[in-house]
């Protein structure tokens, strides 16, 4: 029986631990029952024979990264070691277990019910991203079953927070944990054909507008912050031309722009009233930096703009406050990591696999652009990731775990 035949078996296997995880709601923010789910990814990893270590986040770091309201919810990193003999390389796949808050009505009641209907299993997480993880589990499990040893040393790790800014998460792994790979999988950000090669950066900043309060039946004795603040606003409209003319082609020959989003978050600051000209106003700056940008030119850019555009709009102050940043990534699909995925994903679907590149960031850019090792994303994925009624595609669960159980047996790196 090859490796194949044990996943298209035991479909059963690979829904009941999706159920088991989706179950258990591990929504951040804040960071729920992220201890019972470490704490069962650790049995399962054992019980697969690998070497396995849950990583407790210290308190200090906890109090250090997270606002106080979350500093009661423990954070942990799972790592996982399979030591194969003769081996010279290392993989290394990675999954983050958080997932996003639930909201709206869902039609099989709880958003953690892991029901299956007409080939889809429904939940929070089934998507984005724990069904990767029962892909995975089942990947490794029919390997041991068809007793087929992979061609490099495996590392698997699953962490925290990947839906807030992964400081903790996989940030907190690539720095602390004795990981060592050659190579990496994070199992989202492709999906179907696409193998994903390459994610945008982004840079989220905050601009504050300084004004000067007065009584609102003598506008003219004060500075009106929220008037300011749409002249500024209006200004970005060259900006995003300016962007919009920096066209670069991806692998798969689509066309990828910069982009700059305004205002997700705007407001006025303390003392708003009707009948006072408003002191303070504010509003985020979402800056998409795409792989081909270097991101501190990117961000030098666009403050030197906001600097410009608030000197042309008269008695303007502004702040700028960087709210966070995560690092474009990109490698050049012609390593031989890329063309063996690649083989994979074409034999398990009859249909050649392409290079893509994620508008969206994941956590791909800790290995390829801070260990600067070959990355790639491919995973199941999903619909309606972070809204009602996500769901996963029991065959695109399976297809995945062949892909991961071809690329272990198949790769010698
Ligand atoms: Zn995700």
């Avoid at 639930?102 to 069904?131: C, L, N, Y």
């Avoid at 892909?135 to 992979?150: E, G, H």
């Avoid at 997700?264 to 006072?276: L, M, P, R, S, W």
């Amino acid at each position: 029986m090859t490796p194949a035949d044990f996943i298209d078996r035991h479909p059963g296997e690979l829904l009941g631990r999706l159920q088991q995880l989706v179950g258990v709601s591990t929504v951040n923010p804040p960071g729920e029952n992220y201890a019972p789910i470490t704490a069962w990814l650790v049995h399962e990893l054992e019980s697969l024979g690998l070497k396995t270590r849950r990583y407790a986040i210290p308190a200090a770091l906890l109090r250090r990264h997270l606002p106080p309201e979350q500093h009661g919810y423990p954070r942990y990193n799972v790592f996982a070691k399979l030591a194969v003999p003769g081996a010279k390389r290392t993989i290394h796949f990675n999954a983050h277990y958080d997932v996003v808050p639930v909201s709206g009505q869902w039609k099989h009641g709880s958003p953690f019910s892991g029901a299956i209907e007409r080939g889809w299993i429904f939940g929070r997480g089934t998507a984005d991203m724990k069904g990767s993880i029962a892909s995975l589990l089942l990947a490794v499990r029919a390997l041991r079953a068809a007793k087929v040893a992979p061609k490099m040393n495996v590392e698997i790790s699953f962490t925290a927070d990947e839906e807030t800014d992964s400081a903790l998460g996989t940030g907190w792994l690539v720095q602390h944990a004795p990981i060592k790979p050659d190579y990496a999988v994070v199992m989202e950000g492709g999906e179907g054909r696409n193998v994903c090669c390459g994610h945008n950066g982004t840079l989220w900043l905050e601009v504050i507008v300084h004004g000067r309060a007065a009584h609102g039946s003598t506008p003219h004795k004060g500075v009106n912050a929220l008037e300011q603040m749409a002249a500024l606003v209006r200004a970005f409209d060259a900006y995003k031309r300016t962007l919009a003319a920096r066209p670069w082609k991806t692998p798969e020959g689509k066309i990828h722009r910069p982009t700059v989003n305004l205002g997700g978050v705007f407001h006025c600051g303390e003392g708003a009233k009707i009948n006072t000209v408003p002191a303070h106003a504010s509003f985020t700056i979402d800056r998409r930096v795409l792989p081909l940008e270097r991101h501190a030119d990117a961000e030098r850019e666009l403050r030197a703009f906001l600097a410009a555009a608030a000197r042309k709009i008269p008695r303007c102050k502004i702040t700028v406050r960087k709210i966070s940043e995560n690092f474009p990534c990109f490698s050049e699909p012609t390593h031989p990591f890329f063309a063996a995925m690649a083989g994979c994903v074409t034999r398990a679907r009859r249909q050649k696999a392409r290079f893509s590149v994620s508008t969206g960031f994941n956590d791909m850019h800790f290995f390829s652009h801070h260990l600067k090792i070959p990355t790639l994303g491919y995973g199941p994925g999903g619909e309606d990731c972070h809204g009602v009624d996500e769901r996963a595609k029991v065959q695109e669960l399976l297809a995945s775990a062949k892909i991961y159980a071809d690329l272990l047996t198949s790769f010698a790196g």
